[in-house]
């Protein structure tokens, strides 16, 4: 079904219904894996981004709606949940979430520092571990570059004392590629964190390739533009040769574009939707396109 018929459907349904309606279509072992080179680590290329969609504060109804969302994730084989101090309450919105649905163990969590000041930046690190309610962080990242080289130094000594398994640095626009590419030259850092979709490809010039030759996993924000590609396509059909990736919708198309790059690791779309996150989560299962396709997908986006 498409993404918009399906959002149709489910308005209609109560939400016991809603929460019990991710278990239609999966083969819950389908899932995709790809490794983190720096530690081995096997983990799901589709993820769930937390900006805006799970800053719900104490509201107890969207409360809901959210904890369907994290257990559809963690039932279709899916465990990355990126958050941010930036995101209001997101964070201790899924530790409280995560907690009560016993699966806070089964999820990969990154968060980010995102302040000045080597004091500042702790506290703000052990607030969000209490928040998100993990007392080992599976990555922790430099939000936007801010005071990047004072918390660098952190998180390198936290990860040696133990204190957090990853460590990476992120931004979403274009012109911090030459700082970002710095950085992956001079640290050993785990995981770098970028926009790239099939409108805004300037990532495989030079930060993907030199991501894979350095042994650095990827995050992807922004697949989808901020909803302009949903805004490009409405109204129009799937070609007919989509599905020879197992493509059944305009999200999978967008998101199996992305990682059918091997130099990514995991794509984060953010939603508060379990249509949705059915439908996000599929784009990691099956096959991916190839370079043929991939410029067949762009094409057509032209």
Known sequence: MKRRKTLKVLTSLSLSSLIGMHHLNFDFNSMIKREVPKTGAQIPIVGLGTWQTFDVGNNAEERKIRS???????????????????????????????????????????????????EAGIRQMKQSMAKMQKPKMDLMQIHNLVDWKTHMRTLQDWKAEGRIKHIGITHYLESAYGRLESIMKD??????????????????????PLAKDKGIAVLVNGPYESGSLFRTTRGKELPEWAAAFDCESWGQFFLKYILSNEAVTCVIPGTSKVSHLTDNMKAGMGRMPDAKTRKMMIDLLR
């Not at 640290?187 to 993907?208: G, M, T």
């Open 68 to 118: 369907a969302v994290l257990k559809a994730l963690v039932d279709a084989g899916a465990s990355v949940v990126d958050s941010s101090p930036m995101y209001g309450s997101s964070e201790r919105v899924v530790g409280d979430l995560a907690t009560a649905l016993e699966i806070n163990d089964k999820l990969f969590m990154a968060t980010k520092v995102w302040t000045s000041g080597r």
């Open 187 to 208: 640290y050993p850092i785990d995981f770098v964190q970028l926009n790239y979709s099939i409108k805004s490809r300037d990532a495989e010039n030079r930060l993907l």
